[in-house]
């Protein structure tokens, strides 16, 4: 069926290095790919999207890169921060012609100081 | 705006009772959504609305019930509650989830269901 697959599950780097979380999706029609960011006992945020019209998208310190020739795409974190700890999630839109949003199993980023 | 608005926050049931989760929104978005949150699946659709009357199932419908007899109303009614649905439950809504012009998701903040 239609999926989104996210890796890796888990992710550990130290505070500065660059983070990189990678996902791909099945349904070829897709076109909006958003990511959220959860933290802890709160509910999941936006923190940046794109559209398949755009290869690349940056916000500061955070950037999405599609590449939908290969169905993927990936949410880069750079100069990552304590505060950037949290799940991310990535989500995209499948299934026939309604947009519903299915999310990846998502990641959970850990910045150690 | 309030946004998405969930209540409760919290709630425990028996097996085999029945309970309605409640979600209202104020940005007169025409789409409506529930997902349930479990450790290491991530977010699961159950149902869905498209507007005022209609709705349609997600990926994980069994066991849920929904209406949508306004544009800001859309509740989730746990017919039997079962251990299996213990989870986190989000509300979200959204402009439009056309594929061909989706918008951002907005979640409220979760209802944590327990049932023993």
């Known amino acids: 069926g239609e999926n989104v697959e996210q890796h890796p599950s888990t992710l550990s780097v130290q505070e500065g290095d660059s983070a990189v979380i990678k996902c791909t999706y099945s349904?070829?029609?897709?076109?909006?790919f958003p990511w959220y960011k959860q933290e802890l006992g709160k509910r999941p945020q936006l923190i940046i999207d794109?559209?398949?019209?755009?290869g690349e998208k940056k916000d500061q310190r955070i950037a999405v890169t599609l590449n939908k020739t290969a169905k993927h795409f990936s949410l880069h974190i750079t100069e990552t921060q304590p505060e950037d700890s949290a799940v991310y999630f990535c989500?995209?839109?499948?299934?026939?012609?309604?947009?519903?949003?299915?999310f990846g199993k998502g990641t959970k980023l850990s910045v150690k100081p | 705006n309030a946004g998405v608005t969930q209540t409760p926050k919290f709630q425990v049931l028996k097996t085999g009772q029945s309970m309605t989760l409640q979600c209202a929104q104020d940005?007169?978005?025409?789409?409506m959504s529930w997902y349930r949150q479990d450790p290491g699946m991530g977010l699961r659709l159950i149902h869905y609305?498209?507007?005022?009357?209609?709705?349609d199932q997600g990926e994980v419908p069994n066991g849920y019930n929904v209406s949508r007899s306004t544009t800001e109303d859309f509740p989730l009614r746990l017919l039997s509650a079962a251990p299996s649905q213990t989870s986190v439950y989000f509300c979200?809504?959204?402009?439009?989830?056309?594929?061909?012009?989706?918008?951002?998701?907005?979640f409220g903040n979760g209802t944590r269901l327990t049932v023993t």
């Open positions: 609305s498209v507007g005022a009357g209609i709705t």
């Open positions: 349904d070829s029609a897709s076109n909006y």
């Open positions: 979200a809504s959204s402009y439009s989830n056309s594929k061909h012009t989706a918008s951002p998701l907005h």
């Open positions: 794109i559209r398949s019209n755009v």
């Open positions: 940005m007169n978005h025409e789409y």
């Open positions: 989500a995209a839109p499948l299934g026939g012609s309604q947009g519903n949003l299915i």
